[in-house]
């Protein structure tokens, strides 16, 4: 950790603070510049508060040189992390496909496009049960029912089911779900997180909207710090200033988590745009960026047929899109 | 709410579409334009699905022309809300000024800071006990023994305290807690809102990072509609692209929210900026702008009075604030 | 054009309205809501100023439905606009590959660099005579003479030269200019873009750091409606919250961009990540999601040398990029 | 400066970067960590290229602990610069009220709405005579007339004039203007800023829509580096995520400004917020943040008449505000 002192800073002042940075354990560089002097910190400065360090009076600047996140950290575990749920992998050249509705709306349903996305080539279902909606007068979701109609669907495709959760209350109806999902909303649910990290299931945990990837790595860090190892990282999308789409996919976030980390990292094409027509380009743009899977929203209800397309993407185009990015994969 | 379709809808689509819509109890306006159609929808439309509708292949556009928060909606309740705890009272010209320690520390600290918060003006005691923290490494907070804390320095100084709640399993140690804060990084964690809407306590509800002013009226509508009308709501500054401060202080929040609704609205001007030196100009332009009131970070531990200053300001400066802070409030 | 008058509007503000709006030649259709009043406005819209009418005290909020842009609009001109320089063609299925030096620094430089690009693949050379700096202290470009060597290297190789044109007062020195660039920064010097408007060589148009699909669509159409109707739109990243990159690379803009547009949409990963090792898999990507072509820095000075690497990538480094590209385009 | 090196340099990298730095005129200082090293560079590191010297494959990041701007800076002029213009200054503890009309549209409307802002305590006269317009269908303003008829205004009520310059091949008709202003979209329009530096009148420079706060320093440097260094400065909204307002006004702007330079800084509700009611208390609020000026849009047309208000305030709004802000400057 480095911290930079401003000009002015009186020699007691500077004393005081050497000494009371000896007394947390660390070993204090210091470097005297023409109008300021530098603080090379060295030992486990993890403990050391930033902000508190950067608000003092007489500091002009602080920066971490090495990252605050250990367990998730690529550096300290150079192979990447596989992801195992059923006979399904994710992660370390194992490609994920997670597909399925926005919301579990009936039996019918789920099946029905549990099994066409499984011919298609998905590796998992996904499904909302819990629905995360800014009105309260919106539709929540099916709630305990909806996994239910999940696990029945598992049953008769063999895939594994993510679906998110919103409150650490539910958990026990997670029992015999593979991954649990946290969404955006509540990617700095820090109680949540830390519940999670002593569970034994499988975490995608989301972006937050305006998360930058260091928060989401120390967001990861919750699970992991509390022994479950198995999370998977997720893109969808950050937001930006433009209101002609919900929000900004952010591809490069991709070869950059995997370079900061070795988890797994899966991009949500749907949620990112808001729009079906973009899917299929922002799916093959993920593949081509190295992403390890993709989540992606698949639908078949009347409503969308009605009026000929809608936000997701129907199984028919997603079968589409499945081998589109099949043959970018193979190329590369 | 408006509907706009695109050109070259087919006449058969349009006639799906306002079927449907029509059977959803609406009253359907078409108006044809030279290259598009607009629909306007009459009648309860907070059922309908915007993202669903604003995603239909032949739609163009969709806005909400009456605002789908109706609880928090000044144009239903024009009155102001006050909201009350001990003898203190915040809004409608009640102007309120909480005031302590990022962090309870101890017995000490939190009963000194309290005592000169009330000689200099403070009608709330404000005070961590569980935090929120970006690293899992980094200290939590007291927790239960906090508030425990914070009840001792009510007890000695009849203010009504506020602090931070992070998880619905931990409420019943706010059993004797004033006023619920509920963080930024949880003002979308929707389970936590609902139940908090079955409680009979103020809520202080920050402004997340990212969020909408719409979006944070309807978390404030989410506790609202579980019977809690008792809501305060808190601008603290959003994530913008200028590393040169923590968050932006979107000051022209205050009277936009007090416009849309009859909530009280407070500012936190030591956490929009992070750093000391900002509190005491933007607590003056808050109080300007109209705030219902303030929440400062006032400390006086050690290491940072070794260093003559830091993120929070010092009680004597805190009562020099709130004394230019009545200044302006009398002037206007 | 939609406007949606507030609940309240008494009927003598509405018809004084109305009378406007038909006295500027436009027919308007009224449509009565439960709480609102909404406008349809029929004709020649664009010469009405949203802003003005957004504004007045009784309009709750304004809103176009046909695209304020005409010249740009892939609904006027279905087909894809081809943009030829020399023997290279960018659009319509020409994927153009435009690599060269941030800064053209001497003969020698730009030449190898012009040579090996060539070779590797690439259809225009780039190189900056002009830079626009943050900083007026910093290197501000070779000027008159940097053109001078990049028509040396155009002559050596056959390459159409781009570079940037940051005041119309060079104009005359850009006479044998392939295609002149506008950056980021001049994306709304809306007086540059006019004069451009009236000359007859291509303009690539870089996206302003935070400036929207249609404020982009908007700054093609300056120079469009002076006459010029080839333009190149290049995505480039935008600003946004996380400091550990330079800009967020949109790719979403470049199927959106197509869709509302009928020029040629190219994408520099270069700019977008500031960071060499991220240019492949954005360059990748941006194949995948159906960019027209690419903009990449490549070097080879002994500073770069040194260190093995930096923001630029190798001439090597740039011909494995382009043969991968090449790879997914085919295997699309 | 500093730069950090990544963990796995070898001894043979870093002695090569060493001798490359020393040879550009700077002292390095090393400070051997235990993942990484620090180089502590001292001397003039004005002229280091901090794009490519980050961008180095071996090094991690680097940081700027002097500022780049050394005209504008306050470390070395102490003493705020006062603008003056006739018989109005601005900066130093005179604060400077500058309005009147969006655009010049006749001598009958600006000379009455200079008379009014005039007796209402404005001691500039705005109006802009050539306009930035998003769309090029739209008014661009009255251009050489427009000036004329501001001369006239000027004649009549003696108030310094303050309009916008687009191109600087307009310069000579800016030859009796008082105070030029370079607009948002021009903030980096660094030819047009070096030009104006060679000129003998103020510059009011506005901030970009999403320019740092060192990047507007570094545009004020372009303008001072000339040798002009009458530059006042211009926080007029930021550009951000919400849709419900134009823009978000930054406020913590003003104090920050103005710690880091001496030059005055103004506030623009008008086009900060873009609704009238809003101006009061934005207005407020600057004056309460410690601004040394306002410019706020004031109109008496008709159209605004006829519909009770719009976007600008009127004449008698603004004499109302003009007094508030003067209450609350007396009263601080």
Redesign the interface.
Known sequence: M?A?LK?GTTAA?KE??IK?LSAQGLTV?V?E????T?L?L??DT??I?M??LS???????V?R??E??KSANR?FHPDDTVVSACTSKLGGGNFGLIAGPCSVESEEQICTIAAAVKAAGATFLRGGAFK????????QGMGAEGIELLLKAKAATGLPIVTEI????HLDLFADVDVIQVGA??M?????L?QLGRCDKPILLKR???A????ML?SA??IM?GGNEQVILCERG????????RN?????A???LK?LSHLPVVVDPSH???????VR??A???????ADGLMIEVHNDP??A???????VTPDQFAEIAK?VA??R???
């Open positions: 480095i930079v000009g002042q005081n603070l009371w560089h470097s510049g023409e109008y300021k530098v090379g060295v030992g993890s403990k508060d902000d508190l608000g003092l009076e007489i500091v002009d600047q920066a040189i090495s605050p996140f550096k995360p909606r800014t009105s309260p007068y919106d539709f919103m409150s650490i209350s909303r509540n700095q649910n820090f109680e949540l830390k937050g909207m305006s930058t990837l260091k928060e120390m860090e919750y710090a950050i937001r930006s200033f433009d209101p002609y789409t900004v996919l952010d591809l490069a991709v070869p950059l370079e990112a745009t808001g729009a079906a027509r973009l380009p922002m093959l743009a993920a593949a081509a960026a190295g409503m969308h009605l009026c000929d397309g809608a936000q997701s589109a043959t970018v193979t190329a590369l």
